[in-house]
Structures are given as C-alpha cells and as structure tokens.
C-alpha cells in the first residue's frame, strides 16, 4: 500500500495559561498529517508534543516531516524512531482511522471526564460551574507554590466541594522527599482520589516506597510518558496507577498490547491536544483506560477546537 501524505502546522493559544511545576504553557503547537491511499478515503493524525514531559520537540518532529518523501509505504510508518513517540502516535493513530474510517460516537459524558482546575486558589471558585455541568472528578495542580499555602488552600477546597466529589493532585514531580510525605499524610487525611508523579522521574525508589507506605494511590505520569517507559515501570514493579496521554506514547499497537497483556490501573489523559488528536486518544481510554475512573479529559476550557474547523483553516477547504 502507497500513502500520500501532506502535513501542516498548527499553533493555538491556550484560553488561558496553564500553569504547572515546570511553568506556564501558553501556546499549544503541533502538526496534523493527513494521508491517503484513495483519494475518497482521506484520514488526519495530530502530533502534539510535549517536550518538557518527555516527548519529542516540534521541532524534531517537523525535522522528520521535512525529510519523508510525498508518498509513504506501510513499512516507513512502521519504522519511524522511538525517539519521535507523538509522531509514532500521529502516523498510527491516522491509519487506524483510514481502517475504520468513522470513528465511533464518543460514550464519554462529564461523568466520566476528570475536569482540570485552575492553578492556585483560584481553584475555589472553579469547580461550581463544572460541577452543574455533571463534572465529578477534578484535579488540581500542586508544587507551584509553598507547601504551607497550597496545602491550606487544599483544605479549603476540600470543605467546599460537595459531598460525591473525588479531588486528584498533580505535583509534576516537583516535590522532595519531605514535602511528598506532608502532602500524603494530608491526602490520607482528606481522602484523596489519587498523587500524581510527587517526586521527579528518576526517584523511581523512593516513589516505591512512597506507594507502600500511604492509603493514597501514586500515580506515575511523566515516569510513563512513553510505552518504553511504561512497560520499563512495569517490570520494575510498579503497583500503583499509570497515567497515559496516548497521544505521547507512540505507536498505539504497542501501548494496545501492553494494556492488554497486563492488569493495570490505568487513567488516560489528554496532552491538551486539538479534536483530531483527542479523538484518537479518547478511542484508546475508551479501549483500555480503568472504567472506575474518570479520564483525564476534561480539558476543553483550555483548547477548543473542532476537527472540521481545523482542517479547514489548516487546508483553506471550504
Ligand atoms: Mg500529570
């Protein structure tokens, strides 16, 4: 089989900063391919990198783009480098729309979404109008600012959601050893859903025998941000929840046969990608993701923007 190929880049402005540990992320960059083997049966991939977690630059990926030629064989896209996983992703995912062609109706509901707060203490006044909207899942960024005040506007935020909420935290890997201790004893305290990544990457033991230690789950992200990494977690011995963002992992094969072949806990998550990545993510959470909890996907108030839109400003379509 013979692909055409033809790929474009994107650039859209958060509606506001998100703003974690490693800083405040305006703008979101990416390239969508589309591709083709008959000209009526056209698909779109989307490769939204995320280089401060672990993926590959935009700048690599476009590197990679610039040199393939027009028309592309099965075994090039099966070959693209480890090293580019969200373009392994944006090439998978869009021949595995090319075979199904439409893509199934989206069974997820507000329910099922964990809805991204704000950063800080404007968090206490974000959640009422998600929790109208049916939201019962949040999650809250944490490591920006002092433990102290951050840890009393939990509090805070803890006493005003209402009673059916499920509240998880995201250090980013920005604490140390000591303060990942005051924040779990805390979680225990209040009874919260989960901790994502509290310490850096290479803590790997430390965040072993964090997890044995507190009622609390760990949640490893950027730990797994690709399969490699995850399946290297997997044979390390970790227990605890695995956080995916397909859209960073790579081919979706081998993150598909890694899920499968073994019993994870794990939460899919979006890499605040456009509607055409988000699609393709949200068909592997719906596949594979751990139907217990919510999905790391309520992130629409940060980027919104529908695929038809996209691809009609990308290629000027009417
Ligand atoms: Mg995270």
Redo the contacts with the bound molecule.
Sequence with gaps: MIYHLEFRLYSFPFTTPLVTSHGSWEIRSGIILKIWAEPQKVAYGEIAPIPWFGSETLEAALEFFQGLPSQLTHEEIENIPDRLPATQFGFSSAIESLEFLKNPPNPFQNANFSYLLPTGKTALNAWQKPWQDGYRTFKWKIGVSAPEQELEQLRQLMNSLPLGAKLRL?A?GSLNLAQAHLWLQECDRLNIEFL??PLPVDNFQDLLTLAEKYRTSIAL?ESVATTAQLEACYAQGWKGIY?IKPSIAGYSDRLRSFCRSFNIDAVFSSSLETAIGRTQALRLAQELSNPQRAVGFGVDQWLNISSKALIQQLWQEP
């Design positions: 995201d980013n994502e990544q992200d956080v």
